[in-house]
């Protein structure tokens, strides 16, 4: 078993905790740690709970951090080093025989009724060390090797908690429970299983940093920030979670959009006024003067592939425009998957967007044969049906991986777009190293328009607040 003892004691572990969470993208400042430290002085470390919150009250400023936090402090401050201990013993058959595992999956079923958290992380620890091994099973045998494995799937499969649900319920029933009573406690049974799997993979974690070193058990155990998350590799949950940070990161964007205006105020210098302004201080141009900067707002037109994958990436740009819309005098949205059509109104000020990209596929008219992408016809169709759209004061802004699925780009619709327009840029989610491969028309695009990499929220935010209107 691999231990680290922290150098220079408790104030070089904190300094090893902040520098692991700087590692893994939340920001921590000196001010911060030394906050961290003075929480340290003041609150008992046997006091796990309370000793965790004044850690996460003094280092963390933003939301979307709490689970990098929880998930590394969890291997900086383990709850325990070594085996399992505690007043919970494995049930066997016989001294020494192998685990009993039907009457393990009874302790638990008691301890689930009862809601006994402390006790439910015993049984945990208990169960990890003896079935949480690879290759053990409910016989016991264990193999040779003085190194375990660890593995929270193995002990899981082996106790499933989830077929308890039932037996939990017929013990808690009572005859006046009525059909919303029932699925309120279904609910919080439900909860504590799903906790219970946690703490198991949660001394998998602790007993596995103990063997490998934290720090190489930080690089695939800690989790991203949803800031991190790259759009097309990104699940369900994932996305559900970007969505949610979609207005703290445009209000993010606002108010460094209001700095970047209030130092941009002064506009070029007017040296009529300077030359003017001189004559009482004969003729040193002691004080400048500068013409007034009168920045209109742009429109806005967005075009974006709304197919497979992309959607996601999509949706959340959208998301973040729709959250940033102010910033532009108009916002007209374009779909398209091989055809092009109009959605603005979908994305409306006051519109339900919970759905929008369902609506968006239900209601647009977007595929014409096969329904895959084809960016060069829809480029045209755009061009002839609202090519208007596009006028000197436009801001075009494409979104999508720019995948032709070998068909012909358009670029010639793509320049006559671009020449008309203000500015224009395209935002693709893939990661630059692909671009140009395989059916990617990236690079042949890239040579018409600005094309910026935006695989997470976090280089979005970038670029958009770098195309933002000052």
Not at 315 to 331: G, W
Not at 427 to 442: H, I, V
Request: glycine share 8%.
């Amino acid at each position: 078993m691999t231990v680290e003892a922290p150098e220079h004691g408790i104030p070089g572990h904190l300094v090893a905790f902040v520098g692991a969470l700087r590692t893994h993208g939340v920001a921590v400042g000196p001010g911060e740690t030394v906050d961290a430290a003075e929480v340290i002085t003041a609150l008992d470390l046997l006091r796990r709970t309370e000793f965790r919150e004044g850690l996460a009250a003094a280092l963390l400023r933003r939301s979307g951090q709490r689970q990098v936090f929880d998930t590394l402090f969890d291997l900086y401050f383990p709850p325990a080093l070594g085996a399992a201990t505690g007043s919970i013993e494995v049930p066997r058959d016989g001294e020494g025989g192998p685990v009993d595992v039907d009457r393990l999956r009874d302790l638990l079923a008691d301890l689930l009724r009862d809601g006994d958290e402390e006790r439910l992380r015993e049984l945990a620890r208990a169960a990890v060390d003896a079935l949480g091994t690879s290759g053990a099973t409910g016989t016991g045998v264990q193999g040779m090797n003085t190194q375990p494995s660890w593995s929270a799937y193995q002990a899981l499969r082996l106790m499933s908690p989830e077929t308890l649900l039932a037996q939990i319920m017929a013990a808690l029933s009572q005859p006046e429970d009525d059909a919303f009573t029932d699925e309120v406690r279904r609910r919080e049974i439900r909860d504590r299983i799903a906790r219970f799997r946690q703490l198991v993979q949660d001394e998998v974690r602790r007993r596995t940093a103990e063997q490998r070193g934290r720090d190489q058990v930080a690089k695939t155990a800690v989790p991203k920030q949803a800031e991190q998350v790259e759009f097309l590799s990104a699940y369900a949950e994932q996305l559900a979670q970007l969505r949610r940070t979609v207005h703290p990161l445009a209000r993010r964007l606002a108010a460094r959009l209001a700095v970047r205006r209030k130092h941009a105020k002064r506009g070029q210098l007017d040296m009529r006024r300077t030359l003017r302004r001189s004559m009482s201080t004969g003729g040193v141009p002691m004080k400048p003067a500068y013409r007034t900067r009168r920045p209109g707002r742009p429109e806005l037109v967005i075009l974006c592939d709304v197919s497979g994958s992309v959607a996601g990436f999509s949706h959340f740009t959208l998301l973040l425009v729709q959250a940033l819309r102010e910033q532009f005098s108009k916002v007209r949205v374009f779909a398209f998957v091989e055809k092009t059509d109009e959605v603005t109104h979908l994305f409306e000020p006051g519109a339900e967007l919970s759905g929008v990209m369902q609506r968006v596929l239900r209601e647009a008219d977007l595929t014409a044969f096969d329904g895959h992408s084809d960016y060069g016809h829809a480029l045209g169709s755009f061009a002839e049906h609202w090519g208007e759209a596009i006028t000197s004061k436009t801001s075009l802004l494409i979104l999508g991986d720019a995948r032709t699925n070998y068909r012909d780009p358009n670029l010639t619709a793509l320049r006559r777009m671009i020449g008309v327009a203000r500015h224009a840029h395209w935002l693709n989610p893939e990661p630059r190293r692909q671009w140009g491969t395989g059916d990617s028309a990236a690079t042949r695009y890239a040579d018409v328009i600005p094309m910026h990499e935006c695989r997470t929220a976090g280089q979005l935010a970038d670029v958009v607040e770098a195309l933002l209107p000052v």
